[in-house]
């Protein structure tokens, strides 16, 4: 018999924002926002009127060709490319290697969130012709990849990143219900279990939605939660209660995402075809914009 796949495991949630490209981003966006609004004075060169900027104390130190200004806008356009290396990872077979697809996502999502941050402050605000078309571009791809991420990690994977058939989901449910069976010592707190996971997981005639998957991932959280409470009302001893608990929140996200598979699929099939082509055309203006830029005499690094 052939052993069943083991699932990505959960991790918990301070390990889940440890490990969250996002989680890094943000924390990366509230400390390069304040050092630039702060440090450099930006929180009074950006709220002054654009006809008299340009004798602001900060302004030849933040304007898009002053010293931050290009610096801002070099690493943010690196980092804007960085993502290129995650789709290098899943598709040549001379980078499977190279760490876990995971941890690439989470990297991708970092870039995808800090470059666009830092491109902000080098345009100093002022969106108007290219610059606003390459702007507003980067925001579509940047807010589109939250809606990639979302769909990318309901996927089920196993441990080495590869995705679970349905057969395999099937076996992994089935093997987590047999591990929940000896952990739980009493008929009555199993019927409690089934009588939880009856609440959170779709049934067979319901309708799969987006919209649906959504509401159901917010309300397993919170439902979860309270189905802990309970048990630990009832007087569950912590270290069995939090067995229960892990197994069963694993249990049950197979079980909805078997339930929501194939659309999850479809939708991140759909997400393909509208995000790449933007981060491609986002490519091609920003390299017009440097072009135009140079073309008009702008040397990069070079101030007066």
Not at 23 to 28: Q, R, S
Request: proline share 5%.
């Amino acid at each position: 018999m052939s052993a069943v796949p083991a699932s990505r495991p959960a991790p918990s949630r301070l390990a889940g924002l440890v490990t969250s490209g996002v989680a890094w981003g943000c924390v990366a966006t509230v400390l390069i926002t304040a050092w630039v609004l702060l440090g450099l004075g930006g929180r009074g060169y950006y709220g002054t009127d654009l006809a008299v900027r340009a004798y602001a104390p900060a302004h030849r130190l933040l304007r898009p060709s002053g010293p931050a200004g290009q610096s801002f806008g070099l690493v943010g356009t690196v980092l804007m490319v960085m993502p290129f290396a995650y789709m290098a990872r899943k598709r040549l077979s001379g980078m499977k290697g190279a760490g876990t697809l995971k941890h690439w996502l989470e990297l991708h999502l970092f870039c995808g969130i800090v470059g666009p941050v830092l491109v902000t402050f080098h345009t100093a605000f002022k969106f108007n012709g290219i610059i606003a078309a390459a702007y507003w571009s980067m925001v579509t791809v940047m807010l589109s990849g939250f809606v990639g991420r979302y769909l990318f990690v309901r996927i089920p994977r196993s441990i080495r990143g590869n995705e679970l058939t349905r057969a395999e989901l099937d076996a992994r449910a089935h093997a987590l219900h047999d591990q929940l069976a000896l952990t739980v010592d009493s008929d009555r707190l199993m019927q409690e279990v089934e009588a939880f996971e009856a609440t959170v997981v779709p049934a067979d005639t319901s309708r799969r939605s987006l919209a649906g998957q959504l509401t159901g991932d917010i309300l397993f959280g919170r439902r979860l939660h309270a189905f802990v409470g309970r048990l630990e009302a009832e007087g569950v001893p912590p270290t069995v209660r939090d067995d229960i608990a892990r197994v069963t929140r694993e249990r049950v996200s197979l079980l909805r995402a078997r339930f929501h598979l194939e659309r999850t699929k479809e939708l991140f099939q759909l997400w393909h075809v509208f995000h790449l082509p933007l981060v491609y055309l986002l490519l091609v203006i920003a390299a017009v914009h440097i072009a135009l830029a140079l073309y008009m005499g702008y040397v990069p690094f070079r101030w007066s």
